[in-house]
């Protein structure tokens, strides 16, 4: 069964600074790995969708990288702003088509 | 605007009760979700269907019930059976295929009282 991970559960940086967020999952069989951003008591944005055959994929300040022999995704923020403060979510697609949730990286940007 | 309407934002429960939350999209996605997002336990599925008048239960579809009677609506409904249904519910919809982006409404919170 696909589990997906995400590390840290929560970080805190100044502004300006870049920043990682990880994502790992157990079964390289996906068809697409897609970052969300959910701010308090809303709906979940999406920000980037890579597709199994890419390498990665931009966005203004964000990139986030595949690499699914690893079972490894990563989501960078350049120059990260009070604005960016959210959680983070990364899920997966697999044969069954839904999507497979990490349980979200909580950022906290401070000005 | 294109996109995915849940309604109503906030819905208070009596113990014992049904309650349906809404669900409806223009996007003309084939395929629609119901997750359930409780603190620290990130989004679990509830239900899915990729095509109108069939649908899948998924890891926690105990205490739920769905239809999908026409493709753009999903309504969703937490019957009695459901012991703990205080929780955040997200409805999502996408293309048919494993490739493509999904998209997510605003969700309704649900609170027994």
């Known amino acids: 069964k696909q589990e997906v991970t995400q590390i840290p559960a929560a970080l805190s940086v100044p502004e300006g600074e870049n920043l990682v967020l990880n994502c790992s999952f157990t079964?390289?069989?996906?068809?697409?790995l897609q970052w969300f951003r959910q701010d308090p008591g809303k709906g979940l944005t999406s920000l980037l969708l890579i597709q199994s055959s890419q390498r990665e994929q931009t966005s203004g300040r964000l990139n986030a990288s595949l690499d699914k022999s690893s079972g490894r995704s990563t989501l960078y923020i350049a120059a990260s702003q009070p604005g960016d403060s959210a959680t983070y979510l990364c899920a997966v697609t697999g044969a069954g088509t839904a999507l497979i949730f990490g349980k979200g990286t909580t950022l906290s940007v401070s000005s | 605007d294109g996109g995915i309407t849940q309604s109503p934002k906030y819905l208070f429960r009596k113990e014992g009760q049904n309650v349906t939350l809404s669900c409806e999209q223009n996007?003309?996605?084939?395929?629609m979700y119901w997750y359930r997002q409780d603190p620290g336990q990130g989004l679990r599925l509830i239900y899915y269907?990729?095509?109108?008048?069939?649908?899948q239960k998924g890891d926690i579809a105990e205490g739920y019930s769905v239809s999908r009677e026409k493709k753009e609506s999903f309504p969703l409904t937490v019957t009695s059976a459901q012991k703990n249904p205080t929780a955040f519910y997200l409805c999502?919809?996408?293309?048919?295929?494993?490739?493509?982006?999904?998209?997510f409404g605003q969700g309704t919170r649900l609170t027994v009282v």
């Open positions: 996007l003309n996605h084939d395929a």
């Open positions: 269907s990729q095509i109108v008048n069939d649908f």
């Open positions: 999502a919809s996408k293309e048919q295929g494993g490739g493509t982006e999904a998209f």
């Open positions: 079964d390289s069989a996906i068809y697409n």
